[in-house]
């Protein structure tokens, strides 16, 4: 079965250090991986996603992820964090070699960052 | 489109009533989702339209809730007889076959 798991509901970082939010997944086959953001009253926008190749993946706003297929994980990076980076992430996964109605992603529960100035 | 579209972007309601969510996917996008986002929660799956396929229905609570797509166009998610804990932001999201999403910006329903 397809799970996600951030095991930290909420992350605290001053602004200027680097913050990690963490994610790690469980599929079958390969995953197909992706991190979203949420600001507050706003929808879902796409950080960025890894589908094959490099294990870094580099996104929007500054943000990047790496892909660790040993561990299991795709923690999503920033070097230096910005206030407006206070947001809630999602992480999501799908088994690459699922199709149909098995497509959907399945998503993590969230983490809240708030990047202190 | 450029990007889905949700209508109306806010619904106030009585209990009781019935309402009616509109999500316009982008064009090509053969796969479209609902999900459910209470107040400061995760996203909740409600349905699953891919292509031709039968939906996958599995995460709507209740016969309340049901949906239609039209093809690979516009959906509509209905809520009959809602009820105060119905209360959430509905989102709606498409995507093509590597399965990452483009969401709108949600239907925030109150129910009153």
């Known amino acids: 079965a397809q799970s996600v798991a951030q095991p930290e509901d909420q992350v605290n970082v001053a602004e200027g250090n680097p913050l990690t939010v963490k994610c790690t997944y469980s599929v079958s086959g390969n995953p197909y991986l992706f991190w979203y953001v949420q600001y507050p009253n706003r929808g879902l926008q796409f950080l960025l996603k890894?589908?094959?190749?490099d294990n870094l993946v580099k996104g929007s706003y500054g943000f990047e992820a790496e892909f660790n297929k040993s561990q299991t994980s795709f923690h999503l990076k920033k070097p230096s964090a910005l206030v407006s980076d206070s947001a809630l992430y999602f992480c999501a996964v799908r088994d690459a070699l699922l199709g149909g109605n098995n497509r959907k992603l399945i998503w993590g529960l969230g983490t809240s960052l708030a990047v202190n100035p | 489109g450029a990007g889905v579209s949700q209508s109306p972007s806010n619904k106030v309601t009585e209990k009781g009533k019935d309402v009616e969510l509109r999500c316009d996917p982008i064009?090509?996008?053969?796969?479209l989702y609902w999900y459910r986002q209470r107040l400061g929660q995760g996203l909740e799956f409600l349905i699953y339209f891919q292509g031709n396929s039968a939906p996958d229905k599995s995460g709507l609570p209740s016969d309340r809730f049901s949906a239609e797509r039209t093809g690979e166009s516009v959906s509509t998610l209905t809520i009959q007889r809602t009820q105060q804990e119905d209360s959430a932001v509905y989102l709606c999201?498409?995507?093509?076959?590597?399965?990452?999403?483009?969401f709108g910006s949600g239907t925030r329903l109150t129910v009153v």
């Open positions: 999201a498409s995507s093509k076959w590597d399965g990452g999403y483009t």
């Open positions: 890894y589908i094959t190749g």
């Open positions: 064009s090509g996008h053969t796969a």
